[in-house]
Nanobody, 113 residues
Framework: QVQLVESGGGLVQAGGSLRLSCARS????????MEWYRQAPGKQRELVAV???????NYAAPVKGRFTISRNNAKNTVYMQMNSLKPEDTAVYYC???????WGQGTQVTISS
């Protein structure tokens, strides 16, 4: 069974940075789109960033200009560099592939003010 494993979350002060990683148990070369979602307490899960197999990216408005999604096919890993973090970025961050439909277990990101 294919798995996605996130890492890199933690507690940082506002204005700080974190780099999340999502490692897939199989190659990501054949995965067209990989995504990062987040879910804050009491809120619905929301799409944060998308990267296609060709390297095209798209971002949710609240993170545009601060977050950068990238992928390393040789390492079967997708990354998300998060800069200028704000308290409202606090959430559990999940990696997802649409086909096959697989979710990671999530990694907690907490930003203190």
């Amino acid at each position: 069974q294919v798995q996605l494993v996130e890492s890199g979350g933690g507690l940082v002060q506002a204005g700080g940075s974190l780099r999340l990683s999502c490692a897939r148990s199989r190659s990501i070369v054949d995965i067209g789109v990989m995504e990062w979602y987040r879910q804050a307490p009491g809120k619905q899960r929301e799409l944060v960033a998308v990267i296609t197999s060709g390297g095209s990216t798209n971002y949710a408005a609240p993170v545009k200009g601060r977050f950068t999604i990238s992928r390393n096919n040789a390492k079967n890993t997708v990354y998300m560099q998060m800069n200028s973090l704000k308290p409202e970025d606090t959430a559990v961050y999940y990696c997802h592939t649409g086909f096959p439909d697989v979710w990671g277990q999530g990694t907690q990101v907490t930003i203190s003010s």
